[in-house]
């Protein structure tokens, strides 16, 4: 078979949508697709969502990419590349994840600062039973930080490690997480477009893998109720214009090496925390893992090496300086979730908001925060509607989208709980 092209772009629900497509048209630059894309929902319910044009006879959108940007996949005789969007006038598309970074990233740039970005996820493998019913992989060695096959009986992660060398990807680590059989994966600093456009490729290759040798894997924030949640969690610095790093203050991290650009973020992530929520932990099953004591950033507040605060510094300095947002989960479209966080902390370092005293408290019997996100998704929502300086600094279009499509879930999945809320995500993250 000729070498083919799978373009694709991740959409509103952080669901992967593209097209095959021949090889005499991997010279091409762009195809298009049904805008009203951003009117579909996980069960495929199509809605007049802002933006969609679900009533204006659902339109043509264009997506184009750069012909550098095509590279090799993990399926033989098959290229990968991953585009912007433009509506059919040739306009950048505001309900675009992809270009909606690409803002955030300009917008730091305006402070001669580029913002460098690392992704880390976690994921739940499951897997069939007799019966068809997706249970937990079954793993009875796998322990927090386990390794080998114990952790892993069918070694589907070396495969995806092999995988993601041939492809490019820069691998930091993969390891079982804390409730077997939970993985945890994560990919080196990079700029931040790349470092997205890598995570996003490389989840949809890691679930594809995984399909592989029987294993549903799944970045859902709570697949098993009995179980802990994922998260992911996004990690920032910045290059300054002579290409160090302006988060560092020398070669000692953490609270009390912070500099001004330190402070002006954590600002900013800590006055537009509740905002934040309804962006970036966006599915009702991510306020089941959204809960206090539970290492998930659900409480307003920072700190140093400390797991059970939102924002958390690093206590490493110099080129390894950086910040770590840990409220986020990966049913969150990735570019979205990470142009909020960039963006709150950039109207923090503007208007200089106050930041207030790190957390003292373990997080788990005290804390000295006393506020936290919504409880579930419909009060997420309309704190991120209240949220306007967020929302017009992410883009108000995207938000309305957003909101409209979130308030929709809330009524799809009012009367879910257990397996059938699990059923509703766990085939789409």
């Not at 000729?2 to 772009?9: D, G, V, Y």
């Not at 006038?89 to 270009?99: D, F, H, M």
């Not at 400390?306 to 390894?320: L, W, Y």
Request: proline content about 5%; hydrophobic content about 40%.
């Amino acid at each position: 078979m000729k070498t083919r092209l799978r373009a694709l772009f991740c959409d509103h629900l952080s669901i992967m949508r593209g097209k095959y497509l021949p090889h005499s048209k991997i010279g091409d630059d762009s195809t298009r697709f049904c805008r009203s894309v951003f009117g579909t929902h996980y069960d495929r319910d199509l809605l007049d969502a802002p933006g969609s044009l679900v009533k204006q006879g659902l339109p043509d959108m264009e997506l184009r990419w750069r012909h550098d940007d095509i590279r090799d996949s993990w399926h033989a005789s098959t290229k990968i590349v991953l585009g912007d969007l433009y509506d059919d006038e040739g306009a950048k598309l505001p309900l675009c994840p992809r270009g909606t970074l690409k803002r955030a990233v300009a917008d730091w740039q305006k402070h001669g600062l580029t913002p460098k970005v690392g992704i880390e996820l976690e994921a739940f493998a499951l897997q069939a039973d007799d019966n068809g019913r997706l249970v937990p992989y079954d793993a009875p060695g796998g322990v927090v930080y386990g390794t080998g096959p114990f952790a892993d009986p069918l070694r589907f992660n070396d495969r995806i490690w092999a995988m993601a060398d041939e492809m490019g990807f820069s691998l930091e680590m993969i390891t079982a997480e804390f409730d077997s059989p939970q993985f945890e994966y994560v990919l080196t600093f990079g700029d931040a477009v790349k470092a997205v456009d890598d995570i996003v490729l490389f989840r949809l290759m890691a679930r594809e893998i995984a399909l592989e040798y029987g294993i549903v894997l799944t970045f859902m924030p709570k697949p098993i109720p009995e179980a802990g949640g994922s998260g992911m969690h996004v990690n920032f610095s910045f290059a300054d214009q002579a290409g160090g790093n302006a988060l560092s203050s020398g070669p000692r991290g953490g609270p009390e090496h912070m500099n001004d650009l330190a402070r002006g973020c954590l600002s900013g992530m800590i006055h537009h925390h509740k905002g934040l929520a309804g962006l970036i932990a966006p599915t009702a099953n991510s306020y089941m893992r959204l809960q206090p004591g539970s290492l998930s950033g659900y409480w307003q507040n920072w700190g140093g090496d400390h797991r059970n605060v939102t924002t958390r510094i690093s206590s490493e300095g110099g080129a390894k300086a950086r910040l770590e947002h840990r409220m986020a989960d990966a049913s969150a479209n990735p570019y979205t979730a990470t142009a909020a966080v960039l963006q709150a902390a950039r109207l923090g370092f503007e208007k200089g908001y106050e930041l207030p005293p790190m957390e003292t408290g373990d997080g788990f019997d005290r804390t000295d925060a006393r506020e936290g996100t919504a409880i579930d998704l419909k009060g997420a929502a309309a704190d991120l509607q209240r949220d306007t300086v967020l929302t017009e600094a992410v883009g108000a279009e995207l938000v309305a989208n957003h909101v409209y499509m979130k308030q929709k879930e809330v009524r799809k999945t009012r009367d879910l709980e257990g397996d059938g809320l699990r059923d509703f995500y766990v085939h789409f993250v």
